[in-house]
Nanobody, 125 residues
Framework: QVQLVESGGGLVQAGGSLRLSCAASGRTFSGYAMGWFRQAPGLEREFVGFIRWSSESTYYTDSVKGRFTISRDNAKSTMFLQMNSLKPEDTAVYYC??????????????????WGQGTQVTVSP
């Protein structure tokens, strides 16, 4: 089973930027898609965005459109989340996930086959 490792979290002031990475272990990732989710204290894990691996098409939740960008490096089996114009409400633990086969809805947590350990993103006012 693919293993995912996130990196790149940290503390940033509002309006700043961070880039998260999610590296898939083993051979070149050959799954259907990867996604980003986040979970703030006391709240449920929520969908942020995802990328279909072969086409590189992306889809985002409304609250991050125009600020966050997902990309991938196929040779390194790595997905990125570029976060700009960060807001305090973006503070959360960010998780990446991999779907090895077709999924109907990228927002459903249980459709993903593997998860990373999470990385903390804190945005100060």
């Amino acid at each position: 089973q693919v293993q995912l490792v996130e990196s790149g979290g940290g503390l940033v002031q509002a309006g700043g930027s961070l880039r998260l990475s999610c590296a898939a272990s083993g051979r070149t990732f050959s799954g259907y898609a990867m996604g980003w989710f986040r979970q703030a204290p006391g709240l449920e894990r929520e969908f942020v965005g995802f990328i279909r691996w072969s086409s590189e098409s992306t889809y985002y939740t409304d609250s991050v459109k125009g600020r966050f960008t997902i990309s991938r490096d196929n040779a390194k089996s790595t997905m990125f989340l570029q976060m700009n114009s960060l807001k305090p409400e973006d503070t959360a633990v960010y998780y990446c996930a991999a779907a090895m086969s077709y999924i109907v809805s990228p927002k459903r947590l249980y459709d993903y086959d593997a998860w990373g350990q999470g990385t903390q993103v804190t945005v100060s006012p």
